[in-house]
């Protein structure tokens, strides 16, 4: 394998400073510029709404042939704006890996992050397919199972499986009084935990795929509307049988990700 360096940049002089300190990478540069000028690979891990100026910016910096992906979790916008920003010089691919957690800062970075994690790349008709298996090999070189699909299809997916439940999270912890939450278990805490993620980011997250997200928000309206009627009538077979619908379903989910070395059994 050849030798690989790592060059890691911030706009923020206090993030490029821990950085150095936690030798998060090879090197860590001042600008911009001297981050990106020689580069094979760049990787944007920024929110999602300043990647159209990054796109705009590495557009003058990269050398031809250069692989720009980004560690988003929405892909719709980020492959319109890199249409529209970078030319031929740099070959642009979305990647998604699904690993970390609410923690947000590189001092929360761990090395064995990606390991048995799914990563999904999104691509269109026009994508360069010797990028393509570079980027797919980079990923699962550092443990990932990969899988490609289109950034309408990951939207759809990932409005359904990440951001309709932060949305969902955020608003059981709104509804909630915080005299009453001092009382919770560790199924609250589990059930919430996302509710915890930057509101910044997911701010971003949630503006940059709306449609996937309000039509999700109406599915899960309709069933709390299911349950809401069950439970005013008292109606007993009803309220089992949507417990036992969600408890199956999961159930079903928990083997399958077990089976993918997901998760441990």
């Not at 560790?186 to 919430?192: A, H, I, M, P, V």
Request: net charge neutral.
């Amino acid at each position: 394998m050849p030798a690989v360096s790592v060059v890691g940049y911030s706009h923020r002089a206090a993030t490029r400073a821990k950085a150095r300190r936690l030798a998060i990478a090879t090197e860590v540069a001042e600008e911009l510029s001297d981050a990106v000028c020689d580069t094979d690979l760049i990787i944007l891990a920024t929110p999602i709404f300043t990647f159209a100026k990054y796109f705009a910016d590495l557009n003058r910096l990269v050398r031809r042939g250069c692989i720009v992906t980004d560690v988003g979790s929405t892909k719709m916008l980020p492959h319109r704006w890199a249409r529209e920003q970078l030319t031929d010089e740099a070959l642009y691919i979305g990647s998604h890996p699904i690993a970390g957690s609410e923690q947000r800062g590189i001092e929360f970075a761990r090395d064995d992050l990606f390991v048995d994690a799914h990563c999904i790349l999104t691509t269109t008709q026009d994508v360069n397919r010797s990028a393509l298996g570079t980027l797919r090999r980079f990923w699962s070189d550092l443990g990932c199972y990969v899988e490609t699909m289109s950034p309408a299809e990951h939207d759809r997916i990932l409005a359904n499986v990440s951001h309709l439940p932060h949305v969902i999270a955020a608003g059981l912890v709104n509804a909630s009084d915080p005299r009453d939450m001092k009382s919770a278990g560790k199924g609250f805490l589990d059930s919430t935990r996302i509710a915890s993620g930057p509101a910044d980011i997911w701010t971003d997250v949630l503006l940059a795929n709306t449609n996937n997200i309000v039509a999700g928000i109406d599915r899960v309206l309709a069933e709390l509307s299911a349950m809401r009627q069950a439970l005013k009538s008292e109606d007993r077979q009803t309220i089992h049988a949507l417990l036992e619908e969600a408890r199956s379903k999961r159930a079903a989910l928990v083997k399958y990700k077990i089976r993918k070395k997901e998760l441990l059994s």
